[in-house]
Nanobody, 123 residues
Framework: VQLQASGGGLVQAGGSLRLSCAAS????????MGWFRQAPGKEREFVAA????????YYADSVKDRFTISRDNAKNMVYLQMNSLKPEDTAVYYC?????????????????WGQGTQVTVSS
């Protein structure tokens, strides 16, 4: 599976961005997907995850009620809609695929990673 994340950029605090992750491979619809982020000098942290069907989603407390993860299995796409962005959301965002139907917040449980897309939120 190859993953390609896009949609990052520079936005003012309070603004919105939508990240996209395009996946290759016929088995995409059977994989759980996640979004993670890494700020300079910090460890990679969990942001959001979605199970294989899209029926189960969960979020880090820091982004709950502001971010929404979704997927379109017909298009092999995963999205992260980010609203009410804060300067502390600034990071490189990565999409990841897990060869299991159910998602997880631990980065080590994901098998494939995209290259990352930079999100910068100015105050």
């Amino acid at each position: 599976v190859q993953l390609q994340a896009s949609g990052g950029g520079l936005v003012q605090a309070g603004g919105s961005l939508r990240l996209s992750c395009a996946a290759s491979g016929r088995t995409f619809s059977s994989y759980a997907m996640g979004w993670f982020r890494q700020a300079p000098g910090k460890e990679r942290e969990f942001v959001a995850a979605i199970n294989w069907s899209g029926g189960s989603r969960y979020y880090a407390d820091s982004v709950k009620d502001r971010f929404t993860i979704s997927r379109d299995n017909a298009k092999n796409m995963v999205y992260l809609q980010m609203n009410s962005l804060k300067p502390e959301d600034t990071a490189v965002y990565y999409c990841a695929a897990r060869t299991a139907r159910w998602s997880d917040s631990w980065p080590g449980s994901y098998d494939y990673w995209g290259q990352g897309t930079q999100v910068t939120v100015s105050s």
